[in-house]
């Protein structure tokens, strides 16, 4: 999910894995591990089929998947970002976001479930949404103001994450990710178009961005 930038919250401390910590590096450890990868665009096939459950957990590999997903995020200066988007169908995705209240959340989750809402409980907020594999158009898009996800981290222990807001939306977008949606869908017909076209008259500013970006992280 591309990022934008009242108080409700006494305690401002930086959320990993839903959890307050005392102090938190401008970057995630993850982001100075990882390497920055392509990210996908929508039109790839991969960006529109459910992906895999992720069944291995505790290894090298997914551990490198997730460092690698938050440098890439980092360097696209996103607020989340799924594994279909830099071409792995698995059901994980993460985050680096500030929320309505200046507070930092960061992590990630596999084999993510959102919780059903019931109907009396549902609160509809309609704010501009972007998504990094569509650089450039923003658009506004209804979502909950709160939601509950639930999966595992990438050892395999089960976690749950609550979200209220912007926070909310971006867990919402990731989840919809996984699940071969892309927030283009939300949209009516001719919106859609429009956003598609200034998507392709904004791309390539972009992809050049996001490489000036990754060349001045060392990434």
Known sequence: ??????????????????????????????TERGSVRRITVVGEEILRRPCREVTEFGTPELARLVDDMFATNQVAEGAGLAANQVGVDLRLFMWDITDDWGVR??????????DEVPP???????ESEGCLSVPGPYRMV???????????????DPLVIEGRGYFARCLQHETDHLRGHLYLDRLAQRDRKTALREMDAAKEETFARRAARAAKLGK
């Open 1 to 30: 999910m591309a990022a934008r930038f009242d108080d409700t919250s006494q305690d401002r401390r930086v959320r990993v894995q839903g959890v307050p910590v005392d102090s938190f590096p401008r970057f995630a450890p993850e």
């Open 142 to 156: 209804s979502r909950l103001d709160r939601t509950v996800v639930r999966g595992r981290d990438k050892d395999g």
């Open 105 to 114: 959340h960061v992590g990630h989750i596999a084999n993510p479930v959102l």
């Open 120 to 126: 009396e409980q549902r609160r509809l907020i309609e």
